[in-house]
Every structure is written in structure tokens, then in C-alpha cells.
Nanobody, 125 residues
């Protein structure tokens, strides 16, 4: 089992920055990838960013490319999401997620096995 706990959300003005953290515990050595998803009220959960532990390869949704950065520590215990140039459309609950093993569906939320409780990010105009 893997436990994920997010932190770092809050209220920020448009153009501002926030850094989300995801602390992982448990059998993290077996995870293939960790990602961030978000869900706005009345909308489906959507992919934001993912990081493969092997090689540190990253991928981003087009809507956040160039503004958000996902990173990790080498101990596989923490993943961060640095969010810059935030826009009101980025307002959502952000979730950290991890896969048990290999998958090529890293932008598809059902492919993830473990989820954090979510953290609110609100961007005011």
C-alpha cells in the first residue's frame, strides 16, 4: 500500500504562484509513476502532470505546459508541483496519484491506483 498526502494549496491572485507537495509513504519503491490531476466543480477529473520514477521523464497537459513543473526527490518520498502564472481556470481540487506498476495511460485517471485526499487551489481574478 502507498499513502499520499497533499499540502500547499490555498488562495492566490491571477499571475501568482503556488507549490503543491505530495508526501508518499509505504511501498513507494514499486511505483512506476506519480501524477497530479485536478477537478473543478461540475467537471471531470483531468490530467495535469506526471513523472516517471525511472529516468525522471515528465509529461504535462497542454493547458499547463510552460507554467507548471513537476519534480521529485530521489528517495521517492515526495513529489512537487510548482505552479506559476496561475489563472482563474486553474481553480480546482488538486490530487496526487501513483500507479502500482507500468502503464502507458498516464494521462488517464483510472490507470492510477493510489490517491491523496486532494487540496484546494483557488485563483482569483
Amino acid at each position: 500500500q502507498v499513502q499520499l498526502v497533499e499540502s500547499g494549496g490555498g488562495l492566490v491572485q491571477a499571475g501568482g504562484s503556488l507549490r503543491l507537495s505530495c508526501a508518499a509513504s509505504g511501498r513507494t519503491f514499486s511505483n512506476y509513476a506519480m501524477g497530479w490531476f485536478r477537478q473543478a466543480p461540475g467537471k471531470e477529473r483531468e490530467f495535469v502532470a506526471v513523472l516517471r520514477w525511472s529516468g525522471g521523464v515528465t509529461s504535462y497537459a497542454d493547458s499547463v505546459k510552460g507554467r507548471f513543473t513537476i519534480s521529485r526527490d530521489n528517495a521517492k518520498t515526495s513529489v512537487w508541483l510548482q505552479m506559476n502564472s496561475l489563472k482563474p481556470v486553474d481553480t480546482a481540487v488538486y490530487y496526487c496519484a501513483a500507479t502500482k506498476g507500468y502503464t502507458n495511460l498516464l494521462d488517464y485517471y483510472p490507470a492510477y491506483d493510489y490517491w491523496g485526499q486532494g487540496v484546494q487551489v483557488t485563483v482569483s481574478s
